[in-house]
């Protein structure tokens, strides 16, 4: 399986941009797909998931309201759509896919992830 992540950049507070991650491997197609952030010196948090079967979505609050995932089935791709965006949304973006069912897993951690992909860089100015 692998992930291919792109979109990130330099942007200014306020400002938008749109993160995609390209998912191979058929196999582990109808399984949670998730984007986290990791910021210098802090440890990765999770930011949004969505149920690749269902299309459900849960977000962290620090970016509820602003940022909104999606996926394409038939691209096998995931996307976050990041508005509003502020100097603290500043890290590093991963996505990640989990290879088993997510119901009663923590599916906000880390470790509930199997693979990942290589980051993009988002860098928010003020």
């Known amino acids: 399986v692998q992930l291919q992540a792109s979109g990130g950049g330099l942007v200014q507070a306020g400002g938008s941009l749109r993160l995609s991650c390209v998912v191979s491997?058929?196999?582990?197609?109808?399984?949670?797909k998730a984007w986290f952030r990791q910021a210098p010196g802090k440890e990765r948090e999770f930011v949004s998931v969505?149920?690749?079967?269902?299309?459900?979505?849960y977000y962290a609050d620090s970016v509820k309201g602003r940022f909104t995932i999606s996926r394409d089935s038939a691209k096998n791709t995931v996307y976050l759509q990041m508005n509003s965006l502020k100097p603290e949304d500043t890290a590093v973006y991963y996505c990640?896919?989990?290879?088993?069912?997510?119901?009663?897993?923590?599916?906000?951690?880390?470790?509930?992830?199997?693979?990942w992909g290589q980051g993009t860089q988002v860098t928010v100015s003020s």
């Open positions: 491997g058929a196999t582990f197609s109808p399984y949670a």
């Open positions: 990640a896919t989990a290879t088993t069912n997510w119901y009663g897993a923590n599916w906000s951690g880390p470790q509930f992830y199997n693979y």
């Open positions: 969505i149920g690749w079967s269902g299309g459900s979505t």
